[in-house]
Structure formats: C-alpha cells, structure tokens
C-alpha cells in the first residue's frame, strides 16, 4: 500500500508556481521521496527525489520538513504542458519498486 | 539518446491467446521493471529484473504472467491465456544501477486490449 497522502486535484494559473502537498508521516529515516509525473496516458517521468535536504533541479525543487514527515513539491512557473496526475513516493528501503498512489491531477489554465 | 522503448505500442488479444510485450531498457541500464496500470488507477509494481535473473516478483500474479530479460534482447513479459481483466497499460521502466537513490526511466507503455 502507498505510504503517501496527496490531495486529489489541484488548480493553478499558468505563470504561477504550483505547490504539491505530500504526507508521509510513516516514512523511515532510510527511505527516500520521489516525485514523478505522468502527462495524459503517457508513461511517469521522473522529476526529483530527496532524502532529508531540500532538492533542486531543472524541472522542480522539493522541500522536505525537518521531521521528514511530509514535504512540497514546488514548479516555480506552472506551464499549460505541466498539467499532469503528480505521484509522491515514498521509496522503500531495501527494494527497489516504486509504489504509487492515486497522485495529484494538476491542472494549469491560461 | 534513445529512451526506453516499448513495443507493441497497442496490442489487441482475444481471450484465450497469449500476449508479448516488449521492453529495450535506455544503454547502459541494466535493471528493468515492469508496472501495470488498470484504468483509472496507479501504476502497480510487477516484477524486478535484472539481466538473466529475476530479483522482486512480489507483484506477478501467481499463474500466467511471467517475465525475462535474457543476456542479449528486450526483456518480455508474457501473459498466457490471457482475460478480459488483463486488459491494462503496461508499463516498463529502466535504471542504470539498482538500489535506493537511482532513478527509474519509464517507457510509454504496451496498452494490452483483450476482447
């Protein structure tokens, strides 16, 4: 069963930054978050992963909170293209499969 | 760079026959896992493979799906007589390493349709 809790669906303006929620309140100290995307029908894409610190890349940072217990995954300028179902993983020391929840539909208008 | 490849891209079964899906990880990767999406739902994890041996196929129903990836070629999965309730997108995604910490490249999936 997934470890994670995420809203259902999401708004935001296209030009805004999009803040995803995510609790993990279960997670352990050796288990890493992940985040990833899947646009329409398409197969997930990978956007960041973190363990303790708080991440950065090209596509999106994640902040976690200092008990790890629930963390943000933030695009700092949503585009219509960014519209997608977002997945928080909590991955599971000791193997390697992701397991996803339901995610967040997120949904970027003009 | 080529991605994960996946093909067929759709496949139409009907009950009874047996479905192939296909699987070339990115180069360089040697870790494979296969994921099924029924509609409306998330990916589930299927099985874990790593060249010529299986690793995690806590996921794999018990009878009629199985899985290889062989020294040389695609990894398959192979579903045998197949149902209606197969009917799902199949996901495959690679990594270069296994382990926590690495990342998992998906392909754009085999959707199965078992009439």
């Known amino acids: 069963d997934a470890k994670t809790t995420q809203p259902t669906s999401m708004d935001c303006a296209e030009g805004r930054a999009a803040n995803l929620p995510c609790n993990h309140s279960?997670?352990?100290?050796?288990?890493?978050v992940y985040w990833y995307r899947q646009i329409h029908s398409q197969g997930p894409q990978y956007i960041i992963h973190g363990l303790k610190n708080n991440e950065t890349n090209e596509m999106a940072s994640l902040i976690i909170t200092e008990d790890r217990k629930s963390s943000t995954l933030i695009l700092p300028h949503a585009t219509l293209r960014d519209t997608a179902v977002y997945y928080c993983?909590?991955?599971?020391?000791?193997?390697?499969?992701?397991?996803f929840g339901t995610g967040t539909r997120l949904q970027v208008f003009p | 760079n080529a991605g994960v490849m996946q093909n067929p891209r759709h496949l139409v079964r009907r009950r009874g026959q047996e479905a192939r899906l296909r699987c070339s990880p990115m180069k360089g990767h040697s870790h494979v896992y296969w994921y099924r999406q029924l509609p409306e739902e998330g990916l589930k994890f299927m099985v874990y493979l790593q060249k010529e041996n299986i690793i995690d196929e806590s996921g794999m129903p018990k009878e009629r799906f199985s899985a290889e990836f062989p020294k040389e070629g695609p990894s398959i999965l192979r579903i045998q007589q197949v149902v209606r309730g197969d009917s799902a997108a199949y996901f495959c995604a690679s990594s270069p390493t296994g382990g926590i910490g690495s990342e998992q490249y998906f392909g754009p999936g085999t959707r199965l349709t078992v009439t």
């Open positions: 279960t997670i352990s100290g050796n288990e890493y």
């Open positions: 993983i909590v991955r599971v020391a000791n193997t390697d499969k992701l397991i």
